[in-house]
């Protein structure tokens, strides 16, 4: 990431015998050898340049960054420029404790092949890809390729978490929230998008899968909150079949993204069932009134024996509807989503956006509901609703 510096593939990286211990100040360059970093241990050199190269709030680093991210002002890469030493200690934690995000093909397969010493590049574990449903068709081949110079298994070895942001259009605006729940899932694209991922990371189990034999456990899905440990070697395993190594796969995660109105955002995050009427609502005066006559004129008589009084008197007090659903659990199978599962899930953040090439503060409400397994993928329903504070759309 930082192109100037001094950090080639041809030399190692520095490490010490013993990372608890500090560092021989007769082995160190002269450029750095009053330094009292390399007085500390490796170990407590490590936090400090994670401090410094890692991304708040485990922001995405965008590549290549637009103008208006602020994202990179929190890092400090001029860290890789003071001396040589730090550069070799320092990058690898640049690359592996970020997610970098990408938002073409062409650029995930260049920073890597182009731009980043491979030294680094083969530190890089975690990834975010924003696809809109109309560029799927371009993503397709990179995503689902094992082709050896432009494909996402080969340019990124040590991926560990891969999570892409798949931008839905089946969200239909003039439909009810209950009803775009029950269809938002129909997405011929969405499950290209799902089995192109398990053919190419998760093979054998496909193929179980069409034989009908149970597959593999899926990775743990808190493989992507591991923090970068300095040494750490990629996980591979034996094939017992043919006794070669492979990488451990990614844990992958897609998150199907649909923007609503902000009046359905509301319905759908409101902790109340789609109906009008709540068990615990209160009757009101005129409803009460009128029941109260009501049962006057019908007297001792059980409304049970007169036409019509029993759905009469039902339409009168408040009704408690359908039970409201329960919310899935976390790593379960999937079964859908309800409204149960946005529940308490509200989010509110400022961010910019462009409307004719000027940005203006845009207002962006999100409710996420938790993942869930399809197949060895972990698939999420995410709704959003995005206004503009001044000339936006």
């Given at each position: ?37 390399f ?5 407590i ?27 990179m ?56 890809l ?47 929230p ?27 189990d ?75 609502q209160?009757p009101?005066p ?20 007169l ?50 090439g ?36």
């Amino acid at each position: 990431m930082d192109e100037e510096s001094d950090f080639t593939d041809s030399e190692p990286i520095y490490a010490p015998r013993d990372s608890d211990d500090p560092m021989d100040r007769s082995s160190l360059p002269q450029s750095v050898s009053r330094s009292l970093l390399f007085v500390l241990p490796r170990e407590i050199r490590d936090r400090i340049y994670s401090y410094c190269l890692t991304a708040p709030d485990r922001d995405h680093l965008e590549w290549p960054t637009s103008y208006h991210v602020r994202t990179m002002s929190a890092l400090s890469p001029s860290l890789l420029r003071t001396s040589k030493l730090i550069t070799d200690e320092a990058t690898p934690i640049l690359y592996s404790s970020n997610t970098l995000s990408f938002s073409h093909p062409s650029d995930a397969n260049m920073f890597v092949r182009a731009l980043t010493p491979k030294i680094a590049a083969s530190k890089i574990a975690r990834l975010h890809l924003p696809i809109k449903v109309q560029e799927l068709r371009m993503w397709m081949p990179y995503l689902t390729s094992n082709d050896m110079s432009r494909s996402l298994k080969t340019d990124y070895p040590a991926l560990r978490d891969l999570t892409i942001r798949y931008k839905s259009n089946k969200w239909q605006h003039n439909a009810s929230p209950e009803t775009n729940l029950r269809h938002w899932g129909e997405d011929a694209r969405l499950d290209e998008l799902i089995n192109g991922l398990s053919n190419v990371y998760y093979p054998r189990d496909q193929h179980a899968r069409a034989q009908g034999v149970e597959s593999e456990e899926l990775p743990d899905a808190s493989i992507s909150d591991l923090v970068y440990a300095p040494g750490a070697a990629t996980d591979i395993h034996r094939r017992p079949e043919d006794g070669k190594f492979e990488q451990t796969p990614p844990t992958i995660k897609v998150i199907c993204a649909c923007r609503v109105h902000s009046t359905q955002f509301a319905t759908l995050t409101a902790g109340r069932p789609f109906t009008f009427h709540n068990v615990n609502q209160a009757p009101t005066p005129q409803q009460t009134a009128a029941f109260n006559s009501l049962a006057a004129q019908v007297g001792p008589a059980p409304p049970a024996q007169l036409p019509g009084v029993a759905s009469i008197l039902e339409s009168l007090l408040p009704s408690a509807g359908p039970p409201l659903a329960t919310a899935v659990r976390a790593g379960t199978e999937f079964r859908g989503f309800t409204q149960a599962d946005f529940r308490g899930r509200a989010t509110k953040a400022t961010r910019l956006g462009g409307v004719g090439g000027k940005y203006d503060r845009e207002s962006v409400q999100t409710a996420r509901t938790v993942f869930t397994k399809k197949g060895q993928v972990l698939l999420a329903l995410e709704v959003y609703a995005a206004d503009f504070a001044a000339g936006g759309q």
